[in-house]
């Protein structure tokens, strides 16, 4: 499987940045730990409430095997 060419680099964002899933849901940035590699995201999640997501500095969530979670770019408010 080729990996999909980033469109988001999460060092550009900043704490409540809203940003878009594949699924078409919204993830809050929160930023980056200085311990780890990973940026972290809150979601909304219909099983839990919100949930925690961390993601490389392309977007990738790189726990999930599932893609619907990778954040494709910026949330567009809809007009």
Do not use: Q
């Not at 990996?3 to 900043?14: H, P, Q, S, T, V």
């Not at 809050?28 to 809150?42: E, N």
């Amino acid at each position: 499987s080729k990996r999909e060419k980033a469109m988001i680099n999460l060092n550009e964002c900043k704490f409540g940045d809203r940003l878009k899933m594949r699924n078409g849901k919204m993830a809050i940035y929160v930023g980056k730990a200085p311990h780890c590699t990973s940026h972290f995201l809150v979601m909304d999640s219909i099983k839990f409430g919100y949930g925690m997501l961390y993601a490389s500095d392309n977007g990738i969530m790189d726990n999930h095997t599932e893609r619907s979670y990778d954040i494709v770019g910026k949330w567009e408010e809809e007009k």
